[in-house]
């Protein structure tokens, strides 16, 4: 009778709107996404152990928590019975979809949902389609037949048919077919009222053809849900025809947002998927220069100048722009002057130069935040500590003083700097170089009296060890800040 009387502890004492975001925060996992300005990551996932843990303490705690644990759902939908860690992601979705089967009470809590294909790898083991590990596309198919909450679709990895044979034959997985792929797309369409962001991610062997794409997405019509389109690897697959077909139906789609990467069409097949949305108000633009390495050449030389013409179409509406990893440095005849809905402009380093004779254009009336992302465009994408020098601040100092002169709205320049913690360069060039950010901070000092402000990611060099490096007197070698003088490799200093 006595210890019926004792109160509960104090947290359980709390109502659900105020214990309910206290248990989101202990288990959910921010996962970064490596050096992007605006995007967030697609997933916010919880950690299954906490999470768990909360869901066995009491039958509030399970109320409250089992919710957050099947929000966000990751399913391998085949994998090689030779590699434990794909086998072992195979066998978890595969109990994950009994879960769903038998208990239907489960189905409402997903909103996010990545449908993986893989490996990506080659696997001694030839593909079985009967197999319980290699072919689990029924899992996608259900999961987008029950789960009709879902608001984010990531579908990431198609591979194609493919037999390498050497000394040994080597089968890689051919999940799934470009049939397949229209059938999930269908799934979507017809069973997911609420999808707002669908992502579509593929690797080498694995192109994303953009006919085959707008067939399977043009049932959606403008009273739909879908803002937003991001894709990851268009192939060169498609015709004039394609594009004119694509352009026939300018201004049908819903969409608000597209973020394209790896995108190796040509201008045509870009302006028609451009001129799509009929109002576009986000446009994001990368194509890695890796790929021009190892990858499909794109078909056209884009700069900012073909940009220009085509998000031209859009300046009444546009609110984001982002371009990075272009072909061409130079801002050509890019021109946001006249873009009166801009919000945001974020732009690579190496794609505007640091020529000031045109930056005028870069300014647009009611811009309030400009990102500049000091990547290197090359292969590595790694910039170094002498990357953000005189010219990078004379320049940002140029774009500053004409919006301040210009009275325009903005309020915030955001610097992505990511410097490797070594260099090759030679001891006399290095005696030249000053720490990156005090120059960051000095510009920051200066404008910040018109109501600018200037941020930057945490610094990976310590002052420290910038003067070490620096004057450390080892020429035309990698030296790692990390290491002192004499864990330099003898050979490379004879070198």
């Given at each position: 009778?006595?210890?019926?009387?004792?109160?509960?502890?104090?947290?359980?004492?709390?109502?659900?709107?105020?214990?309910?975001?206290?248990?989101?925060?202990?288990?959910?996992?921010?996962?970064?996404?490596?050096?992007?300005?605006?995007?967030?990551?697609?997933?916010?996932?919880?950690?299954?152990?906490?999470?768990?843990?909360?869901?066995?303490?009491?039958?509030?705690?399970?109320?409250?928590?089992?919710?957050?644990?099947?929000?966000?759902?990751?399913?391998?939908?085949?994998?090689?019975?030779?590699?434990?860690?794909?086998?072992?992601?195979?066998?978890?979705?595969?109990?994950?979809?009994?879960?769903?089967?038998?208990?239907?009470?489960?189905?409402?809590?997903?909103?996010?949902?990545?449908?993986?294909?893989?490996?990506?790898?080659?696997?001694?083991?030839?593909?079985?389609?009967?197999?319980?590990?290699?072919?689990?596309?029924?899992?996608?198919?259900?999961?987008?037949?029950?789960?009709?909450?879902?608001?984010?679709?990531?579908?990431?990895?198609?591979?194609?048919?493919?037999?390498?044979?050497?000394?040994?034959?080597?089968?890689?997985?051919?999940?799934?077919?470009?049939?397949?792929?229209?059938?999930?797309?269908?799934?979507?369409?017809?069973?997911?009222?609420?999808?707002?962001?669908?992502?579509?991610?593929?690797?080498?062997?694995?192109?994303?053809?953009l006919p085959t794409l707008h067939t399977g997405l043009s049932g959606f019509k403008l009273d739909a849900s879908l803002r937003t389109l991001d894709l990851s690897g268009i192939t060169h697959v498609g015709t004039n025809e394609d594009w004119a077909s694509i352009r026939a139906q300018a201004g049908t789609s819903p969409l608000t947002g597209l973020k394209l990467r790896h995108f190796t069409q040509g201008l045509q097949a870009l302006e028609a998927l451009v001129l799509w949305p009929a109002k576009l108000?986000?446009?994001?633009?990368?194509?890695?220069?890796?790929?021009?390495?190892?990858?499909?050449?794109?078909?056209?030389?884009?700069?900012?100048?073909?940009?220009?013409?085509?998000?031209?179409?859009?300046?009444?509406?546009?609110?984001?722009?982002?371009?990075?990893?272009?072909?061409?440095?130079?801002?050509?005849?890019?021109?946001?002057?006249?873009?009166?809905?801009?919000?945001?402009?974020?732009?690579?380093?190496?794609?505007?130069?640091?020529?000031?004779?045109?930056?005028?254009?870069?300014?647009?009336?009611?811009?309030?935040?400009?990102?500049?992302?000091?990547?290197?465009?090359?292969?590595?994408?790694?910039?170094?500590?002498?990357?953000?020098?005189?010219?990078?601040?004379?320049?940002?100092?140029?774009?500053?003083?004409?919006?301040?002169?210009?009275?325009?709205?903005?309020?915030?320049?955001?610097?992505?700097?990511?410097?490797?913690?070594?260099?090759?360069?030679?001891?006399?060039?290095?005696?030249?170089?000053?720490?990156?950010?005090?120059?960051?901070?000095?510009?920051?000092?200066?404008?910040?009296?018109?109501?600018?402000?200037?941020?930057?990611?945490?610094?990976?060099?310590?002052?420290?060890?910038?003067?070490?490096?620096?004057?450390?007197?080892?020429?035309?070698?990698?030296?790692?800040?990390?290491?002192?003088?004499?864990?330099?490799?003898?050979?490379?200093?004879?070198?």
């Amino acid at each position: 009778m006595e210890q019926s009387r004792i109160p509960a502890p104090t947290i359980l004492r709390l109502p659900d709107e105020l214990l309910a975001p206290v248990l989101q925060d202990s288990v959910h996992v921010e996962y970064e996404t490596w050096r992007d300005d605006h995007s967030e990551p697609f997933l916010r996932s919880c950690h299954p152990t906490t999470a768990r843990a909360l869901v066995s303490t009491c039958r509030r705690f399970y109320r409250l928590v089992t919710p957050l644990l099947y929000a966000n759902i990751q399913i391998q939908c085949n994998g090689a019975s030779d590699d434990d860690g794909e086998l072992a992601e195979a066998h978890r979705t595969r109990l994950l979809h009994r879960a769903l089967r038998t208990n239907t009470s489960l189905w409402p809590h997903c909103r996010k949902l990545e449908i993986a294909f893989g490996p990506k790898s080659y696997t001694k083991v030839p593909f079985d389609r009967e197999s319980p590990v290699h072919n689990l596309t029924y899992v996608a198919c259900d999961c987008l037949n029950w789960l009709t909450n879902i608001t984010e679709l990531c579908i990431i990895g198609w591979p194609q048919p493919k037999v390498l044979l050497d000394t040994y034959t080597f089968h890689i997985l051919v999940l799934p077919t470009r049939d397949d792929l229209l059938y999930l797309f269908r799934l979507a369409i017809g069973n997911l009222p609420r999808l707002r962001h669908l992502r579509l991610h593929t690797y080498d062997e694995a192109m994303l053809a953009l006919p085959t794409l707008h067939t399977g997405l043009s049932g959606f019509k403008l009273d739909a849900s879908l803002r937003t389109l991001d894709l990851s690897g268009i192939t060169h697959v498609g015709t004039n025809e394609d594009w004119a077909s694509i352009r026939a139906q300018a201004g049908t789609s819903p969409l608000t947002g597209l973020k394209l990467r790896h995108f190796t069409q040509g201008l045509q097949a870009l302006e028609a998927l451009v001129l799509w949305p009929a109002k576009l108000t986000s446009f994001d633009f990368s194509l890695p220069m890796s790929d021009h390495y190892s990858g499909e050449g794109p078909l056209t030389p884009y700069d900012l100048g073909v940009m220009q013409r085509i998000l031209s179409h859009h300046k009444k509406s546009l609110s984001f722009i982002r371009l990075q990893e272009l072909l061409h440095e130079g801002l050509y005849d890019f021109d946001v002057t006249d873009f009166h809905s801009l919000k945001t402009l974020s732009l690579g380093h190496d794609t505007t130069g640091t020529d000031t004779s045109s930056i005028n254009k870069l300014v647009a009336p009611n811009c309030d935040v400009f990102c500049w992302n000091m990547i290197f465009e090359d292969q590595q994408h790694g910039e170094d500590l002498g990357s953000f020098a005189q010219p990078e601040e004379d320049w940002l100092r140029a774009f500053a003083h004409v919006a301040i002169a210009r009275k325009s709205a903005l309020r915030h320049i955001k610097v992505i700097y990511y410097p490797e913690p070594y260099g090759y360069v030679d001891f006399e060039a290095r005696k030249t170089f000053e720490y990156p950010w005090d120059r960051m901070d000095r510009l920051a000092h200066e404008i910040q009296t018109h109501g600018i402000s200037l941020s930057y990611n945490v610094p990976t060099t310590s002052r420290e060890q910038f003067e070490a490096w620096r004057s450390e007197k080892v020429d035309g070698v990698f030296f790692n800040l990390v290491e002192t003088s004499d864990q330099v490799d003898e050979s490379d200093q004879e070198d």
